[in-house]
């Protein structure tokens, strides 16, 4: 038996700078199909003596916005695990 499901993440990304500093903020979103809510927070800020490239922070916000949704849907799954082998299983 062959399945196709396709889960969407969506990916919103907010920046305020002040000067010299920048600070990046992402937040991604997860729906699962059986109704299952997760979102990932992530932020980057940029010290004064860098140069000005948004994209740099863009990309490392959004980096550990989805690392922090890796997280949790790893805990979700173990979670499940646990529910469905009577057995606790630690996510690494």
């Given amino acids: ?10 990916v919103l990304v907010d ?3 002040d000067g010299d500093s920048a600070c990046t903020r ?17 932020m ?3 010290h004064p003596m860098d ?3 948004p994209e ?3 990309e490392l916000a ?6 922090d949704l890796s997280r949790q849907l790893r805990q979700v799954a173990a979670e499940d695990i646990g ?3 009577g057995i606790p299983w630690r996510p690494t």
């Fill in 1 to 10: 038996m062959h399945t196709t499901k396709r889960w969407n993440v969506d």
């Fill in 15 to 17: 920046g305020e700078s």
């Fill in 26 to 42: 992402a937040e991604v979103g997860l729906v699962a199909d059986d109704g299952t809510e997760l979102h990932g927070h992530g």
């Fill in 44 to 46: 980057a800020r940029k």
């Fill in 51 to 53: 140069s000005d490239a």
């Fill in 56 to 58: 740099i922070g863009e």
């Fill in 62 to 67: 959004v980096s550990r916005a989805l690392s």
């Fill in 83 to 85: 529910d469905n082998t």
